[in-house]
T-cell receptor
Framework: NAGVMQNPRHLVRRRGQEARLRCSPM?????VYWYRQLPEEGLKFMVY????????ESGMPKERFSAEFPKEGPSILRIQQVVRGDSAAYFC???????????????FGAGSRLTVL | DQQVKQNSPSLSVQEGRISILNCDYT??????FLWYKKYPAEGPTFLISISSIKDKNEDGRFTVFLNKSAKHLSLHIVPSQPGDSAVYFC????????????FGQGTTLQVKP
């Protein structure tokens, strides 16, 4: 069980370029969450997806950011026309969350660190 | 609107002593609380959770206490070990919602040998 896999671990982009971050959830997990951690801050919720569906995108910036979780393949967080303020660590988490049960324990990946020059 | 707050950015404790990390929340709808530990360049890892219907949950050296009336919870680590040095995040969620966790800013714990 390889856990939650994220790649790339480090990504450097120049302003205006696109960044694509990938996340493969743990085996058996069908719920994916993306979080962003800015320097010296906590983790901020961005988006929650199930296969082929965006369930909650209340934390996503209104422009330039999008996410998908296709039927086949990893979840993708896409940032278009990156700016310096997008420099952060982006964490993906997965869970087998069933709403009727108790605490939703998310398992996190190691993160993708985006640096915008 | 910071619904979960960890007001102490850092804490330093001697090995063998107790570490107490604090967390406050504002949303009375939260019914589950979790603590995560994070080492540099790694993702957060789950430590312990507590339901809002309980006031204490214990797992080995880790105990979480919940005071609903004060909207406050704390994580106790006894005895503290140098390997416990990490950033600790408090998180909260609402059942029947999307399951997303709302995190505090984190507290950096340093356990000195």
């Amino acid at each position: 069980n390889a856990g939650v896999m994220q790649n790339p671990r480090h990504l450097v982009r120049r302003r205006g370029q696109e960044a694509r971050l990938r996340c493969s959830p743990m085996k058996g997990h069908s719920h994916v969450y993306w979080y962003r951690q800015l320097p010296e801050e906590g983790l901020k919720f961005m988006v929650y997806l199930q296969k082929e569906n965006i369930i909650d995108e209340s934390g996503m910036p209104k422009e330039r950011f999008s996410a998908e979780f296709p039927k086949e393949g990893p979840s993708i967080l896409r940032i278009q026309q990156v700016v310096r303020g997008d420099s952060a660590a982006y964490f993906c988490a997965s869970s087998p969350y069933e709403q009727a049960s108790g605490a939703n324990v998310l398992t996190f990946g190691a993160g993708s660190r985006l640096t915008v020059l | 609107d910071q619904q979960v707050k960890q007001n102490s950015p850092s804490l330093s404790v001697q090995e063998g002593r107790i570490s107490i990390l604090n967390c406050d929340y504002t949303n009375s709808m939260f019914d589950y609380f979790l603590w995560y530990k994070k080492y540099p360049a790694e993702g957060p890892t789950f430590l312990i959770s507590i339901s809002s219907i309980k006031d204490k949950n214990e797992d080995g050296r880790f105990t979480v206490f919940l005071n609903k009336s004060a909207k406050h919870l704390s994580l106790h680590i006894v005895p503290s070990q140098p390997g416990d040095s990490a950033v600790y995040f408090c998180a909260a969620s609402i059942s029947g919602n999307t399951g997303k966790l709302i995190f505090g800013q984190g507290t950096t714990l340093q356990v000195k040998p």
